[in-house]
């Protein structure tokens, strides 16, 4: 069953505008991932932060972790065509293995 | 490194027939997942290793499936017999630890006909 659950399912953003997803869990973590899938493709990690951390960056990526509510959010900015593709929240609890949200179609146009 | 290999791409075959997909790891990973993805259902785990010894298979949709690991470098996903609603995307994975990052193979596109 998928713990996390990604808001909102779809988005369609211009090239240059910020996107943002958020992602909602249920039971206690040990870190949460982001993950990117490009249309036929597997997918590729973006950013790691663990129930400790609050906020994240790398690159244009910023995320934010908030563990009183059970969520998470990906900020991508100055988004680019090449930002199109599915967005995917992971979280691990005890367990070493990861639990995949339902994803987030992003599509940036020019 | 090459990442992690999967193969073969992609598999047609007929209702009946037994499926294998291939899995080699990144080397020096330790642990090994196979997924499945559908439009339907999204992406499910379906088994994973750790130190070539499964974990857990509780995704294993039923006793049609087997998945071996006989050693660090290497992986199988058997399906057998076939039908048509295995039909999905098989990928498999690879991390240093279980609970850190995972590292994705291309996939392979799987269609029972």
């Known amino acids: 069953s998928q713990q996390g659950e990604e808001d909102p399912q779809a988005l369609s953003i211009q090239e240059g505008e910020n996107a943002t997803m958020n992602c909602s869990y249920k039971t206690s973590i040990n870190n949460l991932q982001w993950y990117r899938q490009n249309s036929g493709r597997g997918l590729v990690h973006l950013i790691l932060i663990r129930s400790n951390e609050r906020e994240k960056h790398s690159g244009r990526l910023r995320v934010t972790l908030d563990t009183s509510k059970k969520s998470s959010s990906l900020l991508i900015t100055a988004s680019r065509a090449a930002d199109t593709a599915s967005y995917f929240c992971a979280t691990t609890g005890t367990a070493s293995k990861l639990t995949f949200g339902t994803g987030t179609r992003l599509q940036v146009t020019l | 490194d090459a990442g992690v290999i999967q193969s073969p791409r992609h598999e047609v075959t007929e209702m009946g027939q037994e499926v294998t997909l291939r899995c080699k790891p990144i080397s020096g990973h330790n642990s090994l997942f196979w997924y499945r993805q559908t439009m339907m259902r999204g992406l499910e785990l379906l088994i994973y290793f750790n130190n070539n010894v499964p974990i857990d298979d509780s995704g294993m ?53």
């Open chain 2, 61 to 113: 949709p039923e006793d049609r499936f087997s998945a071996k690991m006989p050693n660090a470098s290497f992986s199988t996903l058997k399906i057998q017999p076939s039908e048509p609603r295995d039909s999905a995307v098989y990928f498999c994975a690879s991390s240093l630890d279980g609970k850190e990052t995972q590292y994705f193979g291309p996939g392979t596109r799987l269609l029972v006909l």
